[in-house]
């Protein structure tokens, strides 16, 4: 199974509910992975092109900037757009990466108010639980919004 191929498929059904209390909607979900992408991407950039670099997922982190971004893709359907690509770019520069990869890259992860890494971590680590749990997990928060909320 390939998580990111699942989330674009799921996002592109569209057609999602409002979230219940005050969880992420479906754009905000899809905004969050795809302009997580564009960060990864960002620091896959700089490592390969041997610039220092570090990862912090916070700024793709808060409503304000989700909406923000959501919008500027015109909605949905324009984020999965956008999602594609992102994921196209970072599946062709994980392949570059080789031994680089290996390289500790500061990162820091936030899920909510959860620290779940704040490290020197291997970059290859970081992509592949960028690719595989982590949009697992927005992909269950995503159909989740399809589901009955009763029940």
Do not use: C
């Not at 912090?56 to 409503?63: E, H, S, Y």
């Not at 196209?88 to 620290?115: C, H, I, Y």
């Amino acid at each position: 199974m390939d998580a990111f191929a699942d989330f674009i498929e799921e996002a592109g059904r569209g057609q999602f509910r409002a979230p219940a209390g005050e969880g992420w909607t479906a754009e905000r979900i899809v905004a969050y992975v795809a302009s997580n992408n564009e960060q990864l991407i960002a620091t896959t950039e700089a490592l390969l092109a041997g610039r220092e670099t570090s990862y912090d997922n916070r700024g793709a982190l808060g409503d304000r900037a989700l909406d923000a971004y959501a919008a500027s893709y015109n909605g949905l359907r324009g984020l999965v757009d956008r999602l594609a690509i992102t994921v196209a770019v970072l599946r062709d520069l994980t392949a570059q990466l080789g031994a680089v990869g290996d390289t500790p890259v500061p990162s820091r992860v936030q899920d909510g108010d959860q620290v779940v890494l704040d490290a020197p971590t291997p970059w290859l680590k970081v992509l592949e639980t960028n690719a595989d749990r982590h949009t697992r997990e927005r992909l269950d928060q995503l159909r989740a919004l399809r589901e009955d909320p009763k029940g």
